[in-house]
C-alpha cells in the first residue's frame, strides 16, 4: 500500500472574516489587538478563532511587517591565553546566519576574562542598548546575578551559556551540567591510576569561589573520590592558580607539583587551560603524570596527540553559542516555549578518537 498523507488545510484571515461576517481588517485587528473593534465583533471573532483552532503564520506576519528583532551577547574577550570563547562566538554568528533573513540582528559586547568590574559595566552597556533579548556568558556569580536582576526588571529575556546560575531568572540555559562533568572526570582518573590517591586539582582563576562552574566541577571530582576512594579525596591537593603571565604560572606549578612531598601522580583541570600544565610537564619530562582538562583548543589538541594531556572533556563552546542563539529565536520570534535546561552531553577526548571529532 502506498503511503498516506493527511493535509491540513491552511485557515485564512478572510476565511475568519467571512465566518465572522466581518471584513479582513477587522480580524487583523482583533488579532493584533489594535484599532477600534467593538466589544460584540470581538467576542464574536475571538470564538470562531478558537472554534478553527487559528494559528497565526508568526513568520509571514514578521516578514511583511520588516519587524526586526535584536539581540545582544555578553561574552569573555578571546586570547592568546585564553582563546576558547572565540568558539561560543563563532556559534553565535553561525546561528545568526541562518536567521537573519527573518529580521534578526546581534551585538556582541567583549571584557577582559580576569574583570568583574568590566563583565559588569559591559553587560549594563549591553542592557541600555534595549535589545529583546541577550545571552550571557556569566562567568563571575554574583556579578552576573546583579545582572540577571537587571534583565529581569527590564523584561529582557536572558539565556546562559558555560556556567548555570539561572535560579528562575533566565528563560534557558545551554552547557554541560558542571559537577557532573567533574564526575566524569574523576572516573576517568580512576580508571587511569587505580586506587592511587596522591592527586592535585588545578584551578586557573583569581577568585574560584565566585566562578560557579569552577566550584561545581571540583565538587564532582571530590564527590566522586569521597565515594570510592575516600582517603583520596581527603588528601586532594588545591591548587588554585591566579590569571597571571605564564611565567608565574610554571613557578607556581613548580612549586606545588615538583615540591610536593607525597609525588603527584594525577592532575584535573578545571577548564581549558590544561595546556599549561601539559607545557610544563614536557619541559619537566613529568609526562608520566596523569592529566585531565578541557576543551578541543589547538594548543590541547597538540598535547593530547603527544600523550601529555590523556583526555579532554569537550564542552562543545561552539554549538552552546549556535544553540544559544537559536533558543532566542524560537522564544522571542517564533513565541515557542523553550527548555529550561539544554545539557550537552559530557564527551571524552583521547588521542585515538581525536582525528575523528568534529565538535567544538
Not at 478553527?52 to 511587517?65: K, R
Not at 520588516?66 to 562566538?89: E, V
Not at 534557558?172 to 586506587?195: I, K, P, T
Amino acid at each position: 500500500m502506498g503511503e498516506t498523507k493527511h493535509h491540513i488545510p491552511r485557515i485564512r484571515i478572510i476565511d475568519i472574516a467571512r465566518l465572522a461576517g466581518v471584513s479582513a481588517g477587522t480580524v487583523d485587528r482583533v488579532l493584533h489587538d489594535r484599532g477600534e473593534v467593538s466589544r460584540a465583533t470581538r467576542e464574536k471573532v475571538l470564538g470562531i478563532l478558537r472554534e478553527m483552532d487559528y494559528q497565526p503564520d508568526i513568520l509571514a506576519s514578521t516578514l511583511a511587517a520588516r519587524k526586526a528583532f535584536r539581540f545582544g551577547a555578553l561574552m569573555p574577550r578571546s586570547t592568546d591565553d585564553s582563546p576558547f570563547w572565540k568558539y561560543p562566538l563563532s556559534g553565535i554568528e553561525e546561528g545568526l546566519r541562518e536567521i537573519a533573513y527573518f529580521g534578526v540582528e546581534a551585538d556582541s559586547y567583549f571584557f577582559d576574562h580576569a574583570s568583574r568590574e568590566e563583565f559588569l559595566s559591559k553587560g549594563r552597556e549591553m542592557l541600555g542598548g534595549n535589545y529583546q533579548g541577550v545571552i550571557i556568558a556569566p562567568v563571575f556569580t554574583e556579578e552576573a546575578a546583579v545582572l540577571l536582576e537587571e534583565c529581569a526588571g527590564a523584561g529582557v529575556p536572558v539565556v546562559l551559556v558555560n556556567a548555570d546560575i539561572c535560579d528562575g531568572s533566565c528563560i534557558s540555559f545551554v552547557g554541560q551540567e558542571s559537577g557532573q562533568s567533574g564526575v566524569v572526570a574523576a572516573r576517568l582518573m580512576h580508571f587511569g591510576l587505580g586506587n592511587e590517591s596522591r592527586l592535585m586539582v588545578v584551578n586557573f582563576t583569581r577568585e574560584k569561589g565566585n566562578r560557579d562552574h569552577i566550584l561545581k566541577r571540583e565538587e564532582g571530582f571530590r564527590r566522586y573520590y569521597a565515594g570510592i576512594l575516600p582517603e583520596a579525596q581527603k588528601s586532594l591537593v588545591q591548587l588554585n592558580i591566579p590569571e597571571t603571565n605564564g611565567t608565574n604560572a610554571e613557578r607556581i606549578l613548580e612549586e606545588a607539583i615538583l615540591s610536593s612531598p607525597v609525588g603527584i601522580r594525577g592532575i584535573f583541570v578545571t577548564n581549558s587551560r590544561v595546556f599549561r600544565v601539559a607545557r610544563f610537564l614536557e619541559k619537566k619530562g613529568a609526562e608520566d603524570i596523569v592529566l585531565i582538562g578541557y576543551d578541543l583548543l589547538d594548543e590541547n589538541k597538540e598535547f593530547l596527540r603527544k600523550g601529555v594531556i590523556d583526555f579532554l572533556i569537550s564542552q562543545k563552546p561552539r554549538e552552546q553559542g549556535y544553540r544559544s542563539m537559536m533558543t532566542l529565536y524560537r522564544h522571542v520570534v517564533l513565541r515557542q516555549e523553550v527548555e529550561r535546561s539544554q545539557y550537552l552531553p559530557v564527551d571524552i577526548i583521547t588521542r585515538e578518537n581525536l582525528e575523528h571529532y568534529t565538535y567544538t
